[in-house]
């Protein structure tokens, strides 16, 4: 049981617009950044976005982030076939000392 | 470039003890905090560990490794070291050597390839 919640799938068309739930509480997404990260079929996660909608170099502006309260949200632009992936989000815990992720969502580009 | 070359996976029956390595390079490795974060066949990211720069509060474990798990470094060599002793069933996992985005933050720009630990009699 994940300390933060994700929906295990969502899907969506090519071109279509899609988001993606992390659900936690106070002591984790409340009052810390959520890392978001992408990880395709047989490779390490990849970091998709950090501290409150930055992106690494090479990430494209089809992805962002917002959070409100305890949770927070992946939005992913112009679905393309290759952005098929399991996607985490990640945080701090100050009630754990500990970084916790979500389950995981499986994103299907129909 | 940053590269993370994990090594020291394999086959151990339970109760076993094994040490995975992480060599570290293309950054200053002794500026940053380095966890270790593992993944079971067909299941999810699940953070380990993190050991910090700083003496006070240096290590920190997820509560299902606490006591079983050691996390160290060796600034000298640029490596980084996850000892695991009492190995169960539920350890088999890939397990990934990972670099925060700063100091000893939470959020990860880079990892490893991964090396996969399996835990079976």
């Known amino acids: 049981q994940s300390v933060l919640t994700q929906p295990p799938s969502v899907s969506a068309a090519p071109g279509q617009k899609v988001t993606i739930s992390c659900s936690g509480s106070s002591s984790n997404i409340g009052s810390n950044y959520v890392s978001w990260y992408q990880q395709l079929p047989g490779t390490a996660p990849k970091l998709l976005i950090y501290?409150?909608?930055k992106r690494p170099s090479g990430i494209p502006d089809r992805f962002s982030d917002s959070k409100s309260g305890t949770s927070a949200t992946l939005g992913i632009t112009g679905l393309q076939t290759g952005d098929e992936a399991d996607y985490y989000c990640?945080?701090?815990?100050?009630?754990?000392?500990?970084?916790?992720f979500g389950g995981g969502t499986k994103l299907t580009v129909l | 470039q940053v590269q993370l070359v994990e090594s020291g996976g394999g086959v151990v029956q339970p109760g076993g003890s094994l040490r995975l390595a992480c060599a570290a390079s293309?950054?200053?490795?002794?500026?940053?905090?380095m966890h270790w974060v593992r993944q079971a066949p067909g299941q999810g990211l699940e953070w380990v560990a993190l050991i910090r720069t700083v003496e006070t509060r240096k290590y920190f474990y997820a509560d299902s490794v606490k006591g079983r798990f050691t996390v160290s470094r060796d600034n000298s060599k640029n490596m980084l070291y996850l000892d695991m002793k009492s190995l169960r069933l539920e350890d088999t996992a890939v397990y990934y050597c990972?670099?925060?985005?700063?100091?000893?933050?939470?959020?990860?720009?880079?990892w490893g390839q991964g090396t996969l630990v399996t835990v079976s009699s």
């Open positions: 501290d409150n909608n």
């Open positions: 293309g950054f200053n490795f002794i500026d940053f905090g």
């Open positions: 990972a670099k925060p985005l700063s100091a000893s933050g939470p959020g990860i720009d880079y």
């Open positions: 990640g945080t701090w815990d100050t009630s754990l000392s500990a970084v916790v």
